[in-house]
Structures are given as C-alpha cells and as structure tokens.
C-alpha cells in the first residue's frame, strides 16, 4: 500500500512564506515564472475559464496543463464581499501530475493571485511602459494596490505613486501597509481627489477597482501621448473601467485573446478590433511598445497560465522554507482496484440499511 501525500499551503503559511521572502522578491521571481512560461506558449493545453455568474459577481475555475503539469485555480470576484466582512476576491488551487493525475499540491491563492496579478502586470508594463516612466495613477487601493505598486515601485523604477479610491480609508491604509518600504526606494506617494487628478502627468496608469459595473474610471480625454494604461479591475462580462475611446487610442496587448475578448475592457469593441496576445512579445513575434508617444493598453483580465506560474513558484519557495505540510486527499488502497476495501480500515462502522 502506498501512501499518496499532496503538499498543502495554507493560508497563514503562504502568508509568512512571502513575509520571510520578501514581497518585491516574489514578484521578481513570480514575473520571471510567468515570462519564462509565457516564452513557451505553445507547451500549453489552453483555454478560457468557466465562470458561474450571479447578481453578487463570478465564481470561476481556470484550468491549464502542459505535458507534466495540470495547474487549476478557483476563484471569486464579488465587489460587495466586504459588506460580509470578505474579501472580493478568494481563491485556492492545485498542481497535479498529468501522467497520473495524482494530486501534488493544493494552495491557498488569494495572496498568491495578488502577487501574480501584480507580476504580470510588470511583465508586461517591463515591454509595454516607457523605459523612463516614474510615476504611476493607482486607482481603487483596495487587496490588490500594495502588490501592484511594490511591483512598479521595486522593480520598475516608479517612484511617484497618485493615489485614488472612492474610499479613502483604503486609500489611507494602502499608505500605511507600504509608506517604509516606499522611502527605501527614495519613493512617495500622495492621495489626490479624484481620478482625474492622479492621471495627470502619470506615466503608467494602473486600474484596480471593483464594480460589477460598465464604470468608466479612465476616459480619453484623460490620455496623454506615451502613457501606459494596465487595466486589471475589468475582469468579467458587464465589468469595465476603461472607456471604449481610450482602446481606440491604443495599442491593445492581452492574454488570451478568447477569453479577453469576453471579460476584458476589450469587451466593448468590434470582434475585430486588433489586438496583440502578450506571448507573441515575448518571443519576439511582435513588437511591444514602438514608440515613445505611442499609447499602450494591457488588459488584464488573468489567465490560468499565470497560476500555474504561481503555483510552482509558491511550491518551491513553501518547500526551501518548510513550509509545506502533506494532507491526505487521495485513499492509500492495498489493491488499487479495492476501493470499497478501504473501508475495512476506518475504525469507524460500516453500517448498511436494508432498502
Ligand atoms: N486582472 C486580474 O488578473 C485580476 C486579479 C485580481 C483581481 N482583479 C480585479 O481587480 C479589482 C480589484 O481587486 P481587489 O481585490 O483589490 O478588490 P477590493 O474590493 O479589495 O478593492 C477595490 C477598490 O476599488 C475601489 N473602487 C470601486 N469603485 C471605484 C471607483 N469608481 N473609483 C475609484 N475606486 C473605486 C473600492 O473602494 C475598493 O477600495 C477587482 O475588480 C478584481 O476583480 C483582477
């Protein structure tokens, strides 16, 4: 018999796994995972997620593999969540072997999905922003702002942060979480009034808000010639920030063209409007920004391969520290095809009813 253990990372261990590694250095290595993933596009048995839609928001699952590995994540996005004293947005996920299809590993992704949200925003902005932008608009400072602007801050040389939300307790909060790690990096930030105002003069604009909502945070007349926009916050059929004018303005890079196609900010446009999908970047098929007045877009909506990214770089990094413990999802069965036999090994009576 042969016991099938499955590493786990929970919650609270992910949590001091990034705290011992630093946040800026796993998003360093995150978005070198996901570059080097993302280099090897053609590996992966792709497709759009599946997501169970609702008045409160999504409950989606993001399946990926290669010939090794099978990579899944389930997450949520429900922007009212805080009401309930929750997050908007959960998730947890596994690695399992797809010669087998035994289980390896089961995560917590929240954390995770902040971090590898904000590393492929730098992957991408790394091609898409201007080599001297230093400063960025942070609009909507809720879970995932501190990761995005340590991302931008730490390993892209802003040093600038205009901060908005609707809410400006969050806002305030987001100051509090990353005010020291800013002065080392010789960074400020400042809360300004209105969206609007922390566009002015930004080089890079980050939106990160949550609304299941057609919102418009950032309209064309807010463009100015050399900005880079990474749209994060519309994600979901029904739920966009940009205005559709600001796409037209742009050259527009994506993930996964079906599925942003559906989600994405890119959602308001003609089924032929052109896009570029980000891998074609990275493996030289296609140029990135082109021009230093030129207007780019990512229109992030997150893709599975990220995940499976994040997983096997969270996996390694929980491994080093010790911080994987093994959990039993799968029965250890003397015969394999003796399932029922189980059974007999549970302390527990098996009690049968007559029909
Ligand atoms: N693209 C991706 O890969 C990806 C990954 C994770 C999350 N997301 C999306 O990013 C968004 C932010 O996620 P979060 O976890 O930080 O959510 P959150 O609820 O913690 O924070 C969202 C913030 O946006 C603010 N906000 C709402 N409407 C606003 C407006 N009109 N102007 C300014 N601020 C506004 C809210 O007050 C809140 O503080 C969500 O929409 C989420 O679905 C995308």
Known sequence: MSAVHTEFLSASNAAQ???????????????????????????????????????????????VA???DYAFKYVNGHPSNARHGLPTVMAFGALADVATGVPRFVSELTLTTALR??????????????????????????????????AFVGLLGVRELRLFDVDTAASAKLLRNI?????????????????????????????LTASK??????????LAPGMHLNAV????????????AVLTNASVFVEYEPQTRVEGDLQQMPADFAVTEFWRVIQGLAPGRRADDEITVFDSVGFALEDYSALRTMRELGKQAGLLESIEL??????????????????????LRRA
């Open 17 to 63: 796994l990034v705290a011992r590694t630093g946040v800026v250095e796993c998003l360093r290595l995150m978005a070198d995972a996901i570059e080097a993933d993302f280099a090897r596009w053609q590996d992966f048995d792709k497709s759009a997620r599946v997501g169970a839609h609702s008045e409160h928001g999504v409950i989606e699952l993001m399946p």
């Open 66 to 68: 290669d010939a090794t």
């Open 117 to 150: 949200t904000a590393a492929t925003s730098l992957m991408a902005a790394r091609r898409l922003a201007r080599s001297d932008s230093r400063s960025m608009a942070l609009i909507g400072n809720g879970s995932q702002s501190e990761f995005q602007a340590l």
């Open 179 to 207: 005010g020291p790690a800013l002065g080392e990096y010789g960074a400020s930030a400042q809360i300004c009034d209105s969206a609007e105002d922390a566009v002015r003069g930004a080089d890079i604009v980050t939106t």
């Open 213 to 222: 909502a057609r919102a418009t945070i950032v309209g064309a007349q807010m």
């Open 233 to 244: 916050g519309g994600d979901c059929p029904g739920k966009t920030e940009l205005a559709a």
């Open 330 to 351: 799968i029965p250890a069965l003397k015969d394999p095809k003796d399932l029922f036999g189980s059974l007999r090994l549970s302390a527990r009576p098996v009690h």
